[in-house]
């Protein structure tokens, strides 16, 4: 199974931050990748896919890069709704992986 | 709209059964696959499988080792996901979640039910 290894794991960041969360795969998948937004509690939400195109109805301050093995998720202003858990999803082979996540708090 | 409304908590003993189910409507349903996803407290996510609503055919994550199995009813756009042989370390919410793209196997999942929190205690 193709591994994806996401970091960091936990990052601290304030109001109006960049922040950049990066996703590595164990072998290279293309852009055959999805990036995921989680609440606690809530279902997670699909952000980015086939690795840089927005999803419908996401603010343009998400957006993804990458292709091979390495991937990026950039928030180019960190606005209060955007802390969560963030998690990257690879859809190359079976079985799809996800990264562990990136908890991104206050 | 489209809704993916799932079946409530259930708990069950180690090596009992659990059938999730999990309602799409707003949508023409037999256009797009339908994935399961776990959740384990506290951890990360993990891909179980996929049901093509419309013939049926599925494809499972081998670790699950033959405990695992979708199915549909097309009468009443039902996905099912059964779990056999429960030991503790399947105390998870699990997620029905739908592919964005019609008629494609893709991982990108626009829409997902609210979840089912199976505990598996005795």
């Known amino acids: 199974a193709i591994q994806m290894t996401q970091s960091p794991s936990s990052l601290s960041a304030s109001v109006g931050d960049r922040v950049t969360i990066t996703c590595r795969a164990s072998?290279?998948?293309?852009?055959?990748l999805g990036w995921y937004q989680q609440k606690p509690g809530k279902a997670p939400n699909l952000l980015i896919f086939?690795?840089?195109s927005l999803q419908s109805g996401v603010p343009s301050r998400f957006s993804g890069s990458g292709s091979g093995t390495d991937f990026t998720l950039t928030i180019s202003s960190l606005q209060p709704e955007d802390f969560a858990t963030y998690y990257c999803l690879q859809d190359y082979s079976y079985p799809y992986t996800f990264g562990q996540g990136t908890k991104l708090e206050i | 709209q489209v809704q993916l409304v799932q079946s409530g908590a259930e708990v069950k003993k180690p090596g009992a059964s659990v059938k999730v189910s999990c309602k799409a409507s707003g949508y023409t349903v037999i256009a797009h696959y339908l994935h399961w996803v776990r959740q384990a407290p506290g951890q990360g996510l993990e891909w179980m499988g996929w049901?093509?609503?419309?013939?049926?055919?599925?494809n499972y994550v081998q670790s699950f080792h033959g405990r695992v199995t979708m199915t549909r009813d097309t009468s009443n756009d039902t996905a099912y996901m059964e779990l056999s042989s429960l030991r503790s370390d399947d105390t998870a919410v699990y997620y029905c979640a739908r592919a964005k793209g019609r008629s494609t196997r893709e991982g990108y999942f626009d829409y997902w039910g609210q979840g089912t929190l199976v505990t598996v205690s005795s």
């Open positions: 049901i093509n609503p419309n013939t049926g055919d599925t």
């Open positions: 072998q290279g998948i293309r852009n055959d």
């Open positions: 086939a690795a840089s």
